[in-house]
């Protein structure tokens, strides 16, 4: 790969408006990289670089030396991206408007959003409807192009995708889980304190109710005031982050068959139990066999794209301009 280091910045020197004033530089666009016939300019580099900064200064502001090594960033991701974009011409790959439509209707099912609602989230990112289908093209020719040049060519056998599964079980371990129900009652709003206490206090005789043999479904039918209630408090099968954090602490001191205390939350006073502690288990190989082949094609895609695009730099003409 050839790299030369130059510089070149252009400038027009505008006419003074009287003879007292002298002329101005006014910088324009200039040429920050070549990559074989095609161009990189500043201004390419600046728009994709105004994004990266504005998110970055969010938390906080970026000192010169780290804005100058995103630039340099950028630079080397535009070089690769106009590679990329010479090969894609070369090998005569297109994306029809029919495609780039659904794709993009795709990403608005996928996140739920109407076309309204992708503008005004496009908005938000500074991006205009016409760069993002711009965008969006560029990846869906990208993604032609490695499933054309490099995926294709990369081959995962059923015996590397058994080492991967036993060698990373715990990626595919399922969480504990907890099968309980609980009686909740509603604290109203703008009660007072001793309206409260008093709600506390009948909380406290139902929690006695259920030390005896009362069947708690039947006292959650009685009592509770949610929905659960026509299920007899049943709260189903949840895992961990499902729930309050304050509930999983409880249940996991709980035994099944326990009944806890009185929870207090802003919401209302709970009392619960715990039926069934479910282990977490190892999910089948065939249950992820997907999942895994997936992550290693796109591990070889990502390493065969990286060393091909190497081999590209080293026959490209690339000069770099300061």
Known sequence: MKISLGACALYVILLPFSSHAAPLPVPMTSIVAIVNDDIITSLEVDEALRPLVREAEKKAPLSASARSELR????????????AEQ???ELNIRVSDDELRQAIDDVRKQNNLTQEALLLA???QGLTFEQY????????????LVSQEVRAKIQVGDQELRDYYYANSSLFTEEESYRARHIFIKIPTNV???????????VEIIR??????????LLAGKYSEDATAKDGGSLGVFKKGDMHGAFVQLLERLKPGEVSGVIKTPAGFHIIK???RIPGRVKPFDTVKAEIEEKLYKKKSDERFNQW???MKKEATIEIRQ
Do not use: P, W, Y
Request: glycine share 8%; hydrophobic share 35%.
């Open 122 to 124: 496009l908005a938000g």
């Open 192 to 202: 007072s304190q001793g309206e409260l206490d008093a709600l506390a206090a009948r």
């Open 309 to 311: 695009l190497g081999e």
């Open 208 to 217: 006695k109710e259920t030390q005896g043999n009362t069947d708690f479904a």
């Open 72 to 83: 340099k960033n950028i630079v080397t991701g535009l070089i690769d991206k106009k590679l």
């Open 133 to 144: 289908k711009s965008q969006m093209r560029d990846q869906l020719e990208r993604l032609r």
């Open 274 to 276: 715990l039926e069934e």
């Open 87 to 89: 090969k894609i011409k």
